[in-house]
C-alpha cells in the first residue's frame, strides 16, 4: 500500500514538472523543473528496483548534464520573444508527433508484449532470479544490454558519437589572417642542432675613440 501512495505521489510531482517545463517563460525556472523531472523518475525507478538507472540518471544527467544547461542558460541571453515565433505554426506537428510517442508508449507499457507483462520473457526472468539473494540487477542489466539489445545500444553510441563531432564543428571558427599561428609540422620538424648557433670569437682589446666636443659657430658672442 505505502508503494502504491509514493507512485501516485511521485507520478503527480513528475507530471506537474514535466508542465512547467513546457511553460515556464523563465528558462531557468524550465531547467529548474526538468531537474525535478529527472530527480522523481529516479524515484520511480528505485519504487520498482531499478536502482541502477535510478543513480545514474541523477549522477549523469542532474549532477552533470543539467547543472551544465543551468550554467549555459544564465551565461546567455535568451530571447523570450524569438522563442515565441512560429508556435502557432509548428503546433499541428507537435501535436501530431505527441500522439505518436503517447500511442507507442501504449504499445510497450500495455499488451501482451509488455515489459510489465508476466509472460514477458524479462519479467519472467527478473521474477524467477530476484527469490535468490545473490540477484544482482545491474548485472541482469548489463547482460540484456549488450546481448539482446546491442544493435541498439551500438546505434545510440553512433547517435551520440555524431552529436558529439557536430557541437566540435559548429564550435570552430575560421582562423583569421592577423593572427599570430605557427604549425604544428613545423614544430615538429625542428631540431636542436639547427635552432642555435654558437658563434666564437677571438677576444680583442678596443681602443676608445676620442670625443669631440662642440663648437660654437662663428657669428654668435
Known amino acids: 500500500m505505502l508503494l502504491k501512495i509514493l507512485f501516485y505521489v511521485f507520478s503527480l510531482i513528475l507530471l506537474y514538472a514535466a508542465v512547467r517545463v513546457i511553460t ?8 529548474m523543473h526538468l531537474i525535478l523531472c529527472f530527480v522523481t523518475t529516479a524515484a520511480l525507478w528505485m519504487l520498482i528496483q531499478a536502482e541502477f538507472l535510478g ?3 541523477v549522477v549523469i544527467y ?3 548534464v543539467m547543472v551544465l544547461f543551468l550554467f549555459v542558460v544564465m551565461m546567455i541571453d535568451v530571447s523570450t520573444e524569438l522563442v515565441k515565433q512560429g508556435f ?27 515489459v510489465f507483462s508476466e509472460t514477458h520473457p524479462y519479467a519472467v526472468e527478473v521474477v524467477s532470479s530476484a527469490v535468490s539473494a545473490s540477484y544482482s540487477n545491474t548485472a541482469n542489466l548489463g547482460m540484456y544490454l549488450y546481448t539482446h539489445y546491442i544493435y541498439a545500444f551500438e ?34 620538424k625542428a631540431r636542436p642542432e639547427e635552432r642555435l648557433k654558437v658563434v666564437k670569437l677571438d677576444a680583442s682589446q678596443w681602443e676608445a675613440l676620442p670625443v669631440e666636443t662642440p663648437t660654437a659657430e662663428k657669428g654668435e658672442g
Do not use: F
Open 155 to 188: 546505434i545510440v553510441a553512433l547517435i551520440l558519437l555524431v552529436g558529439m563531432i557536430a557541437a566540435i564543428s559548429l564550435t570552430i571558427r575560421p582562423r583569421r589572417s592577423y593572427t599570430r599561428y605557427m604549425p604544428v609540422s613545423e614544430q615538429l
Open 62 to 64: 542532474v549532477g552533470a
Open 55 to 57: 543513480l545514474a540518471l
Open 24 to 31: 515556464a517563460r523563465n528558462p531557468v525556472t524550465a531547467v
Open 88 to 114: 502557432i505554426k509548428y503546433l499541428p506537428l507537435g501535436i501530431v508527433l505527441t500522439l505518436i510517442m503517447i500511442v507507442e508508449m501504449g504499445m510497450v507499457l500495455v499488451g501482451k508484449q509488455s
